[in-house]
């Protein structure tokens, strides 16, 4: 009935294939655990490895790196049931009903449900806190706010969805990094996909250090000006983009990439240092945005 699709990439992931394990064969039902291993070092490999000693547990060693979203894709393929779970390799369950809460969900007219995300309360080291501030302003959100608006926080690292209608999709991965998930969103929406949010969040545990999730953030803003110059992303609920086309409409695109010319590396040193502002990134990231529009950046 579930296979359950785990990618990985250095990452020890025996805890949270052995909490799975452990609830999917509490539920009765028929279930698989796949997880790929993305050409990561040795140590992890031969740790990860363990996992094959649990029934139903297939570990996957990838020879060459094909990064995470065409592993995700590699992972369907080999899967054989009809529900997909997919799980990033750096979360953990915050239920112990996780996978029951999943099954709950399930009727006739479901084709995809998105759990969330949750962040531990505490703190966690000052190289760390760009990452965790933003996920907890932004990506905490209870299920009933979700729902208003299905397709705007859309969270890959938590969700089942059909494999037929995974397959449908026909998802095309024509730039291989970071923000793919509000191009997931829009395509869900523009192809009429229900869209179901529940609370049943997985803990975020690899958080990036604020350098690297920065890095992260301009690869985004930059999928996302690679999605809309192609026409790939026309339908959709992403608030980054909608400020984006309004600024463009207005001609004042052209003032927030002046901000950035002027004052995009002082605006870094702030989003990386031992106590960064979420309503900078904000600005940062629009203005990232216009600036790379501008120059032509794809």
């Not at 805890?15 to 799975?20: K, N, P, Q, T």
């Not at 390799?89 to 709950?104: V, W």
Request: glycine share 4%; proline share 2%; with cysteine.
């Amino acid at each position: 009935m579930i296979s359950v699709l785990i990618p990985v990439y250095n990452f020890d992931v025996n805890s949270l294939v052995g909490l799975v394990h452990n609830q999917l064969s509490s539920c009765a039902i028929p279930f698989e655990i796949l997880v790929m291993d993305d050409k990561s070092d040795t140590e992890f490999t031969i740790s990860n490895s363990k996992i094959n000693e649990l029934p139903h547990t297939r570990y996957l060693v990838s020879e060459t790196n094909h990064g995470r979203l065409k592993t995700r894709v590699l992972l369907s393929e080999e899967a054989q049931y009809e529900w997909l779970l997919f799980m990033d390799a750096d979360t953990l369950p915050k239920s112990e009903r996780f996978i029951e809460n999943y099954l709950d969900a399930i009727n006739d007219n479901t084709e995809t449900i998105f759990g969330g995300f949750a962040y531990y309360d505490k703190a966690p080291e000052n190289k760390h806190l760009l990452r965790w501030k933003y996920g907890k302003k932004h990506e905490v959100s209870d299920a009933s706010d979700r729902n208003k608006k299905p397709y705007k926080l859309i969270i890959s690292a938590n969700f089942m969805i059909k494999k037929t209608v995974l397959k449908n999709l026909d998802l095309k991965f024509s730039v291989a990094q970071y923000g793919y998930d509000s191009y997931f969103g829009s395509r869900l929406k523009s192809e009429g996909i229900q869209v179901n949010h529940i609370n049943n969040e997985v803990y975020h545990l690899g958080l990036e250090e604020n350098w690297k999730y920065l890095e992260k953030k301009e690869q985004a803003a930059e999928s996302l000006l690679h999605f809309y110059k192609n026409n790939l992303i026309q339908d959709h609920q992403n608030s980054l983009l909608s400020l984006f086309v309004f600024l463009k409409k207005l001609q004042l695109h052209h003032l927030f990439a002046a901000c950035y010319k002027s004052f995009g590396e002082r605006m870094r040193s702030n989003l990386t240092g031992n106590n960064p502002s979420i309503a900078l990134l904000q600005l940062y990231r629009i203005s990232y945005l216009c600036n790379s529009y501008k120059n032509g950046k794809d």
